[in-house]
């Protein structure tokens, strides 16, 4: 169980990972996540599930370097095993027939709109995707995410690869252009899932964001994870963690993935001149 | 002749214990606790048994430790209790067994719950927890225990012993529950835990940690896969809030994710653990009950300058026991009472940086039978703080019940049972706090037995 059995670098600094866990890869469902302890000593995080397979009881997980969980996570090779895995956690995302959707996905985030946008295509929508990425080289999931749109738009900030800006520039000139477009998801950045809400607001398009708190548990005991919608205190691990982004006070979100900055600069440090990698994960379980 | 004076049981100096997550409350050493059990008048209506929620043959092993035979006291323990150096710890004996002693009319009551830990942790330290195993053959009948907490513990250890094939299924990565993750360190040692929770894998319990019934199982996969009984344990494990403007800045926990953070990721040895936790000089921890206390208590030991409790109604009316409120004032947790938070208030990076608060007044008592807060009027105030806690109170978590509209819940969302402990649904039983609301390990435990007795009771008469 959690033995890792494939792993790629999508990008600098981006790894997905397949591990076996055939619990949860029989129940996921897109826009679902788990989370993972990867050693004894480590963090709770959070990670959404970008793909699985049944048959093999195998999910597939993609993740950015960033702290020192996701640090130890990407030293990980295959057969090791990942301490602690739990899920599928969350609601699934509402797929239905909507019309035309556009799904719109930042930087490490696009793996996770990947399985919701492949299960709106099955649903019959024409679905336009725009996904974006700092550069051409950290851009992912690009094929992935061809294959199940009818129409893919790619951004990236220094204009390496398609249109030289962000997601939601494209976003605004699609909705300017006249298109009429029944809904809006979006998976990204939390300062980019804000700008996209903005841009659609004024349409009137419902728009869906899937946040990504700090938690801990995952499992809506503990808190860590809520954010303010229509001016009420919503936990996003078990009440989303898709919300409609009209609602949601991206601010509030904001400034609560940045509570522990400091600290995670300490632990981030440390980690970096140890430089060992945790014995825990050698064994099998 | 006159009545001995009860033995206490040690305790940490202030001094050391604030600067540690170190164990508080010592035990007593064997002659201590052969003393203490000398007192015991043996009386033959032993009231005490009637306040105890498990029904532990209290006269009984105290006579043994009398005797100095620890052995034949934890075997008494173990017949009706299955952690008794958990529940020697955490019981309210002061109000339950204690509060009906014999001795208690006429000076000091036996100290029955410090006994019990003794017995308890002679046993872990003699490790003849799994020498006393006794068991009946397997009976090849599988049961579902959900949620590993006090409740669950007692009905997976029971019905393994009569010989069913118990899995015990927890959330979170590590069994115990509220034990784990939600009992202070200094309280509760969680080497103590693990100890008591080994029996469960002397009993061939399958404990499988990291799973959510509800999400990664339902109920009915249960029964599909197998299982003839599902017992349901699963505490009230979501916070309430004052649902007051302001409360989701930052710098503001629930109890729960501070104590979890603390006991269960270890975040107090931030950063050898990958958890951090962030407090300020000073922290205001809302509510006056026990969860307050050790919330508290644990804030002055991760080095927060000042800690307040805030409470609206005076100390008198404290849902907290006596002996948690004595430790947390020793300790040097301040009290800001009859005070009513309004909102919290926040500076440009929403980092809080006080609450406003009604100054109140006690009028009538309530439905509680407590003294009823009432606001005095223009009284508003900022109480600076850059830390809160909030810990006033817990509801039942509705995965369950809303993923298996069979199971029947009351209007607070606990799960409805009759005195059997049958839920609804046909096969499901519950026990502990989620039909009990917010109640004591000791109760938990207790509800458990009656679960246990009904699985297995229904199960040989064909009822599942």
Redesign the interface.
Known sequence: MNQILDKRELAPRIKEIVVYNP??AS?VKAGQFIVV?VCE????IPLTVADWDREKGTITIVFQEVG??TY?LGKLEDGDVI???????GNPSEIGLFGTVVCVGGGVRIPAIYPITRELKKAGNKVISIIGARSKESLIYEEEMMKVSDELRITTDDGSKGRKGFVSDELRDLLQSGLKVDRVITVGPAIMMKVCAEITRPYNIKTIASLNPIM??G??????C???VAGK?RFVC?EGPEFDAHEV?F??LL??L???KA??Q??LK?FLEEGVRSHANQKES | MPIKKRVEMRKLPVEERIKSFNEVVLGLTEEEAIEEAKRCLQCPNHPCIEGCPVGTNIPAFIKKIAERDFLSAYKIIKERNVIPAITGRVCPQEVRCEAKCTLQRVGEPIAIGALERFVGDWAIKEGVIKEEITKTPPNNIKVAVVGSGPSGIAVAADLAKLGYEVTLFE???KPGGLLV?GIPEFKLPKRVVECEINYLKYLDVDIQ????IG???TIKELFQNGYRAVFLGTGV???L?L?IPG?????I??A??FL??TNL??AYL???????I?LGSKVAVIGGGNVAMDAARTALRLGAGEVYIVYRRSEEEMPAWKKELINAKEEGVKLQLLTQPIRFIGDK???VTGIECLKMQLGEPDASGRRRPIPIKDSEFIFEVDTVIIAIGYRP?P?ITTTTPEIKVNEEGCIIVDKHCRTSMRGVYAGGDIILGEATVGEAIGTGKIASTTIHQDIREGKI
């Open positions: 619990k949860i129940k302890r000593e480590g963090e709770r020192v969980s130890k301490t602690d895995m739990v899920g599928p956690l801990v548990c499992m809506g005991m503990c808190g860590a809520r954010v303010e205190t078990f006070n601010d509030v400034m609560r940045n509570a522990y600290e995670e300490v632990a440390k | 959330a979170l990565h993750y940690t990291n799973v959510v999400r990664t199982y494990g979501v916070p809030f649902n409360e989701t800045l930052v710098n926990y629930t729960n994710e979890m953070r990721m270890k931030f950063p050898k653990y990958d958890t951090p962030k990076n929403k980092r978590n995965l």
